[in-house]
C-alpha cells in the first residue's frame, strides 16, 4: 500500500476502496502510478484580495512548488481563512484561534506528509503555528514579507507607526487634510505586511528564531527577488524535513522558546507576541509564564534599531543581515543547539554569519546597545493580579512612574463617542482607562489600547499619557501604554472597578500597577457587578465562552492540553 495515499482515508467502511477511489480522483492534476508513492507538501496559501498583505502570494506559491517538485515530493496547494487587519471588523484577534483551528484540521484532515505555511499579517504567523503544533507533521513557516520602506518629502514612512503618528498631527491641527492624504498614499507603498517592526515583523522574526523558518525569511521585503529564492529553498527543504521526520515539536521546544523571547526583546518587538507565543507554546504543553518575559527582557541587549522603538525599517534590517545577524549577536545568550527546519542547529546556522561594520546602526553590537534591557515589562498589583504589561522604550520616560487621576470609559463605543468631547473633563496628568475590551469583553481584545489622546489636549501639545487597558495594541504604536490587565473586567476583573477620580500608581521600574481605592470600597463596587452578555449565537459564542485571558495567550479552552497532565 502507498504511504500519502493511505494516510488520512475517507471513510467509507473499506480502506482498499478509500485508496482505489482517491487515485481515481487524484489523476485529475496529471499523477500516475509512479508519483503516487511521491510525499505530498500541502501548501497552505491565505493568498487573499481582501487581506493586502497577503494579495502577491502567487509567484510565492509557484516558487515553493517549484522547490518541492525539485526535490521529488508532489505539491498540493490548499485554502485557509485569510485575515487583514485592516479589513476584519472587530478584530482580527476574534478570529486567530478560528484561523488556527481551520489550519489545523485542514493539515490532519487530508493526506499531507509535510505542509508549508504562508502567511503574514499579524494574526495568521501565529495561528498558522498554533495550527501546525497541534497536527505535527513536518511543517515550514514561510510568510510573505515586509512592505518596502515608504517616503514623503525625504523622509522614511513605515505603516503604521506613521499612520498614527501623522493621524494624531492631523487631529493637532498640525497638518492640513491635502498633507494628510498625500502621506495617505506613500503609507503602504509595495505589496507586503507592515515594515516596521510591528506584530507581523516580530512574530516573523521570532519564528525564525524558533526555526520554523530558513535563515533571512523574515525580514527579505516582499519585493525582492531573494524572498522567491528562499521559497523555492523552502519547499526542496520540506521534502528533506518529511524524510527526516522532523515535526514542528521536536523544533519548538523551551528552549525554542527562549530564543524566540531572547529576538524579540532584542528587537523592540511588539507586545501582542507575548499572547501569541504563549499561544504556540501551550498547543505544545509547554508554559510560558508572564515572568519570563520579564526576566528575559531584563538580560536580554536590546539591539535592533526599528520602529517603532528606534529609527529603521524592515528594509534596512534586511539589508543589515536581517534575523541571522540578529541572532549572531545575541549568541552567547542562546541556546545554540536546537534543532531548525534546516536540518541544522540554530548554532550551525549562524556559525558563519559576519555583520558588515556598514550597517552598525541597524543591528547594534552586544556590548554597545541602544539600551542594556529589552522591551517588555510585565506589571502586577491590585488592579492586574494576573498581570499586565508595558513597552517602557515606546513609552515617555517621565510617565514610567507616575501617580493620576483616572478618567474611565466604559467600553470602546464609550471612548469613541466622548474622548474628543472638548467639555470632557481631563489633563495631561490624568491617566486614561478603558474597560471592558479583553478577549470576552469587546470580545476578541481589539488593538484599541493606545487611546487617543483627547483633541482638546492634542492642541495644547500634549503627546503622550498613561493609558490602562485590558486590550492590546499595535505593535506599530507607541506611548506610555499599559496592556493585557487580566483578569479583564467584564468577567470581573478589578479594572472593572474602577471609577472616576480614583488613583491610579504606575511604576514601572518595580514593576506595579495599583489602585489607591480600600478594600471595604473596592468590595462594595463587587458586589453591584454583573456577569456578561454574552453573545447568543455563532462563532461569537464559542468563543466568548471559551477564550482564555491575554496571559494564558488568548486561546480557547479546548484547544489546550492540559497543562497539569503527565502523559509519560
Ligand atoms: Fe497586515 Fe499590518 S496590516 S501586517
Redesign the pocket.
Known sequence: MLSNQGKNLTSYGDAGFSIFIRRAFNRHLGFDEADFNKPIIGICNTESEINR?HTHFGPIVEAIKRGVLMAGGIPLEFPTISL???FTSPTTMLYRNLAAMDTEEMIKAQPLDGVVLIGG??KMTPAQLMGAASADIPAIMFTGGPMANGEYEGKTLG??SDCRYYWQEYRAGKISEEELSKINAELAPTAG??MVM?S?STIAVCAEAMGMMLPGAAAVPATHNRRLQLAQETGKKMVELVEKELTPSKIMTKNAFENAIRALMAVGGSTNAVIHLIAIARRLKIDLPLEWFDELGRTTPFIGNLRPAGKYQMEDFSRAGGTPALLKELESLLHLNEMTVTGKTIGENIKDIKISEVYRDIIKPFDDPLHKDGGIAVLRGNLAPDGAIIKPKAASPALLKHRGRAVVFTSTQDLEARIHDPHLEVSAEDILVLQNAGPVGAPGMPEAGMLPIPEKLLREGVRDMVRISDARMSGTAFGTVVLHVAPEAVIGGPLGLVRNGDMIDLDVENRKLELLVDEEELEKRRAEWKPPVIASRGYTRLYQNHVLQANEGCDFDFLVPDMEADES
Open positions: 498583505c487583514g487587519e485592516i499579517c499579524d505603516a503604521c505586511h507592515c510591528g507581523a
